[in-house]
Nanobody, 122 residues
Framework: QVQLVESGGGLVQAGGSLRLSCAAS????????MGWYRQAPEKQRELVAV???????NYADSVKGRFTISRDNAKNTVYLQMNSLKLEDTAVYYC????????????????WGQGTQVTVSS
C-alpha cells in the first residue's frame, strides 16, 4: 500500500526558512511527477511546485525565487526548500505523487500525503 509521509513543517518567523520532505513507499513501480500543494484556511488547495522524474520543475508565481523543489529518485523522496517565508505562505502543505504500483504498472494514479502545517508568524 502506497504511503506518502511528510515531515519538516512547523512555526517560523517571516523571512525564515523551512525544508519539507516527503518520502513515498509501498509497492512502487515508478514515480512520474512529484509535487507540493498547499491549502490555507477557507481557500482552495493550490499547486506550489512540481518536479518530473527528469528533473523539470514548475512553480506557482507566488513562490518563484523563494522556494526550490528537488527530488531523490533513489529514495522516492521530494523536498521543498522554502526561503524568505511570508505570512501568506501559512497553510497545510500536501505532498502529491503521480505513480504506478508494481501490481498495475500501466496505470498511473495520484497519491497524497496527510499534510504538514507551516505557520509563518510576524
Amino acid at each position: 500500500q502506497v504511503q506518502l509521509v511528510e515531515s519538516g513543517g512547523g512555526l517560523v518567523q517571516a523571512g525564515g526558512s523551512l525544508r519539507l520532505s516527503c518520502a513515498a513507499s509501498g509497492g512502487i513501480f515508478r514515480i512520474n511527477a512529484m509535487g507540493w500543494y498547499r491549502q490555507a484556511p477557507e481557500k482552495q488547495r493550490e499547486l506550489v511546485a512540481v518536479i518530473t522524474n527528469g528533473g523539470s520543475t514548475n512553480y506557482a508565481d507566488s513562490v518563484k525565487g523563494r522556494f526550490t523543489i528537488s527530488r531523490d529518485n533513489a529514495k522516492n523522496t521530494v523536498y521543498l526548500q522554502m526561503n524568505s517565508l511570508k505570512l501568506e505562505d501559512t497553510a497545510v502543505y500536501y505532498c502529491n505523487a503521480d505513480l504506478m504500483v508494481r501490481s498495475t504498472p500501466w496505470i498511473p494514479r495520484d497519491y497524497w500525503g496527510q499534510g504538514t502545517q507551516v505557520t509563518v508568524s510576524s
